[in-house]
């Protein structure tokens, strides 16, 4: 029986590892008891408390993990902060409560990550010429509504023509967000994928 349990946390931790690019590192939060690998031009942040570029912050007060975008290759374009924030929502405390996503007119949808059962939505905002969007995650597990926000903040205020601002595509920055967020798993205190 020990040799079936020791087999079933290695298959879990190969299929985690499957799941990782090349290169990518990986979050363990012991307090939360989850997982997430994300590469190596996002900077982690433990909490919301480190400075974001972006007028409306990526990260906020519920935020347990920031996973910011840190590169360069959207220099001169609209990109004001993108990434990932692993939230726990302190307002839900049921599943019910937690399902509810402020998504304006867009419908709440549900996804099963890596046996994780999301429902999710597009949210955004906008203040002082910036605007913030992306999809939540949320999962209700042991009491906790979990959060995973995909958030990318751009300037919008008014600029000339004088070609000064590039034109920014989200697309491929989405993309990497999806993979990141693919990532995330539930762990047990030892660091081993749990299964719904």
Not at 66 to 80: A, H, P
Not at 122 to 138: D, H, K, L, N, Q
Not at 151 to 166: C, E, F, I, Q
């Amino acid at each position: 029986m020990l040799l079936f349990f020791v087999v079933l946390a290695a298959v879990r931790a190969r299929s985690f590892a499957a799941n990782v690019p090349a290169g990518w590192r990986t979050y363990r939060s012991h307090d939360h008891g989850f997982m997430v690998a994300y590469p190596k031009d996002f900077k982690f942040h433990p909490n919301s408390t480190e400075a974001q570029l972006s007028v409306i912050p990526i990260c906020d007060e519920g935020t347990v993990a920031c996973f910011e975008y840190s590169g360069s290759e959207y220099e001169g374009t609209r990109l004001e902060a993108a990434g990932i924030a692993v939230n726990i929502v302190s307002g839900a405390r049921t599943e019910k409560e937690c399902n509810k996503i402020d998504t304006g007119q867009f419908p709440i949808k549900r996804e099963i990550i890596n046996g994780i059962d999301f429902h999710y939505g597009e949210t955004g905002g906008a203040a002082a010429g910036s605007v913030i969007g992306g999809p939540a995650y949320r999962t209700f597990r042991n009491g906790v509504c979990f959060e995973l926000a995909l958030r990318v903040a751009t300037d919008n205020t008014p600029h000339d023509d004088t070609g000064l601002v590039v034109q920014f595509d989200s697309t491929k920055l989405e993309v990497k967000l999806r993979k990141i967020l693919h990532t995330f798993r539930f762990v047990d205190s030892a660091g081993r994928a749990k299964s719904k």
